[in-house]
């Protein structure tokens, strides 16, 4: 209910292209930052993009000029467009968003994405 819920996920060729989404409750107030991570097997957790309440955008240097972070406030809803992906994009993505008044974390429960011809 509380956890937010990523879709969007499969399989892709080599530049091929997918877009993620990430929806919150309702229930989830005061939202600052919304971002997705990824994590490949045997990798930690890594930051790939990152949007705040007032705008500011952080992508990692890996996916930078290729993914596309992008908010709908209204709906609570966080979106990662992925283009020119490559094999090393292969990973779980989860969706992360942080709140105050209570500071708080949620994480999603991660959407695969395969890159492989």
């Known amino acids: 209910q509380v956890q937010p819920v990523e879709s969007g996920g499969g399989l892709v060729q080599p530049g091929g292209s997918l877009k993620l989404s990430c929806a919150a409750s309702?229930?989830?107030?005061?939202?600052?930052?919304m971002a997705w991570y990824r994590q490949a097997p045997g990798n930690q957790r890594e930051l790939a993009a990152a949007?705040?309440?007032?705008?500011?955008?952080n992508y990692a240097d890996s996916v930078k000029g290729r993914f596309t972070i992008s908010r709908d406030n209204a709906k609570n809803t966080v979106y990662l467009q992925m283009n020119s992906l490559k094999p090393e994009d292969t990973a779980v993505y989860y969706c992360?968003?942080?709140?105050?008044?209570?500071?708080?974390?949620?994480w999603g429960q991660g959407t695969q994405v395969t890159v492989s011809s």
């Open positions: 992360n968003i942080v709140t105050d008044r209570p500071r708080q974390s949620y």
């Open positions: 309702g229930s989830i107030l005061n939202i600052k930052t």
């Open positions: 949007i705040t309440s007032g705008g500011s955008i």
